[in-house]
């Protein structure tokens, strides 16, 4: 070390001086005493280090800067809201269903206060949680009864292990599919401690081979829509009703597992018809599960409605317990479901329908608003350009479906690095305030617009825009 290095290091403020400038009190403020002198201290190695480096010798104001600006990144919570502009409305990675305003406010207040869960207000005894809703769902799919358990796949294994340990269950084999997150038919069936039998051919199920295939050891009949993808051209599947009539006919329950399961005919709203849970229940299935987070726009959540004695034999399992739903789930659940009996304003209220339902001129008329900003915050070194595009539902839920739908394509102007540029931008994007998700397609940032609802936000937020390119920044250091 030089003479020089030395008498600078002996120049660094200390701590105490340090937590003396205004910049660091308030940090104290903010985050505690304790954080703020760590970070303090921390910040004043790092100086040290640049000092002995050569670097000039910091004051006490900018090491307190430093301190309070790495205590404020780290304060910020790691679960971020972020602007989905992927095009996918129900994206699994980004948090699946945006609830409705009253699901957020029935979830507050069952946070906020003590409510009665289990607690039968008529008559002042234990109740159960699950009375909240079982009226709601008997109403909205016609089933003589229902339950809830923490989502999806849970309601599969519960009613898997509930009618089939150790008996065979009966599957198509066009049917064991494998869902994102290792959710797959055959290992959820071992894990159940049921017998997976399957029948048929990945292209062509009929019903000889579920007949053929049900002996005294059969636990039920498992029909799975196949929600994320489709087998198409040469192929056969046995219909729910006809599945149904044949289970019946041998004794053998018939589980209908929906997946996504809408609780209303999405035709209306201008999209794919997707069966409803009404529908598979009137085509006789005996168990129907569905999940709460996909297009019914609700919590994680997994339902399981049909028949009377066999909810209660799934009430029974002690598996259910180790599956139940919380109080803020509920409360939410409830205020969704309550929202499906007005269905008139459904598509106002709950923003995943809302978001499906957009029509593509509302969203391009966005797409031009919002065009000048974007390429104004871009810089001159990309061009912004409003394009129509295609949206996905996304969840698994009708995969070959897609939504007509706007946005803006922002492409770098120079050929030359153009890949490394839009991951630059990308990259940039993600690090707002509110981080901006966008896809790339053709060389390009695509900014769905489908699911934007705060513009104003959005702009704002887009101020604070650093486009730029990783290039320009490596050649600066
Ligand atoms: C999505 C899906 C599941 C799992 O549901 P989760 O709510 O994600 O647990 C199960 N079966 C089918 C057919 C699905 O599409």
């Known amino acids: 070390m030089t003479d020089d290095a030395t008498s600078s290091l002996r120049d660094l403020p200390s701590v105490d001086e340090v937590m003396r400038t205004a910049a660091a009190t308030e940090a104290a403020e903010r985050h505690g005493r304790e954080l703020a002198v760590a970070a303090?201290?921390?910040?004043?190695q790092s100086a040290r280090e640049a000092a002995r480096g050569g670097e000039g010798v910091a004051d006490a104001r900018a090491v307190a800067t430093a301190a309070a600006t790495a205590l404020d990144r780290e304060a910020r919570p790691k679960l971020r809201p972020v602007f989905n502009l992927t095009g996918t409305v129900l994206h699994t990675n980004l948090g699946r269903a945006v609830l409705a305003e009253?699901?957020?406010?029935?979830?507050?207040?069952a946070m906020r206060q003590a409510i009665a869960l289990e607690f039968d207000l008529d008559g002042g005894r234990r109740g159960e949680r699950d009375n909240l809703i079982r009226d709601l769902l008997i109403e909205l799919t016609g089933a003589q009864d229902a339950t809830v358990v923490n989502n999806n796949a849970a309601a599969v294994l519960l009613v898997l292990n509930t009618l089939a340990k150790g008996r065979e269950a009966i599957v198509s084999r066009g049917e064991l599919i494998e869902i994102g997150g290792a959710f797959r038919m055959p290992e959820i069936m071992t894990r159940a401690g049921a017998r997976l039998v399957e029948v048929g051919t990945t292209n062509r199920t009929h019903p000889r081979d579920y007949e053929e295939a049900i002996g005294p050891r059969a636990g039920l009949i498992l029909k799975v829509?196949?929600?994320?993808?489709?087998?198409?051209?040469?192929?056969?599947?046995?219909?729910?009703?006809?599945?149904a009539a044949l289970a019946h006919a041998r004794?053998?329950?018939?589980?209908n597992d929906l997946g996504s399961g809408t609780l209303i005919d999405l035709s209306a709203f201008g999209l794919a018809h997707e069966p409803t849970v009404a529908e598979a229940v009137a085509d006789?299935?005996?168990?129907?599960?569905?999940?709460?987070?996909?297009?019914?726009?609700?919590?994680?959540?997994?339902f399981i409605v049909?028949?009377?004695?066999?909810?209660?034999r799934i009430n029974r399992n002690p598996m259910k317990r180790a599956m139940r739903v919380d109080k803020i789930r509920l409360a939410a659940i409830e205020a969704t479901l309550r929202l499906y009996r007005d269905p008139a304003r459904l598509?106002?209220?709950?923003?995943?329908?809302?978001?499906?339902?957009?029509?593509?001129?509302?969203?391009?008329?966005q797409a031009r608003r919002l065009l000048f900003a974007v390429a104004a915050a871009a810089g001159p070194r990309f061009e912004a350009e409003a394009i129509a595009c295609a949206s996905q539902i996304g969840s698994g839920a009708l995969p070959q479906e897609t939504l007509p739908s706007g946005g803006i394509a922002i492409r770098p102007r120079a050929a030359r690095g153009r890949g490394r540029d839009v991951e630059a931008l990308a990259a940039a994007l993600r690090r707002l305030p509110v981080p901006v998700i966008g896809r790339v397609a053709d060389g390009a940032l695509v900014l769905d617009l489908r699911c934007l609802d705060d513009e104003d936000g959005f702009l704002a937020n887009l101020r604070a825009l650093d486009p730029?390119?990783?290039r320009d920044k490596d050649a600066a250091s």
């Open 251 to 255: 004794g053998v329950p018939l589980v």
């Open 306 to 312: 049909g028949d009377r004695a066999m909810i209660a």
């Open 102 to 109: 009253a699901a957020i406010e029935a979830a507050t207040r």
């Open 40 to 44: 303090v201290r921390r910040a004043l």
């Open 347 to 365: 598509a106002a209220r709950l923003p995943t329908l809302r978001h499906l339902a957009r029509g593509q001129d509302d969203i391009a008329a």
């Open 284 to 302: 006789g299935a005996d168990l129907v599960t569905f999940s709460g987070d996909k297009l019914l726009g609700g919590p994680q959540a997994g």
């Open 468 to 470: 730029a390119p990783a």
């Open 225 to 243: 829509h196949t929600s994320n993808y489709r087998i198409e051209g040469f192929s056969a599947e046995v219909e729910g009703r006809a599945l």
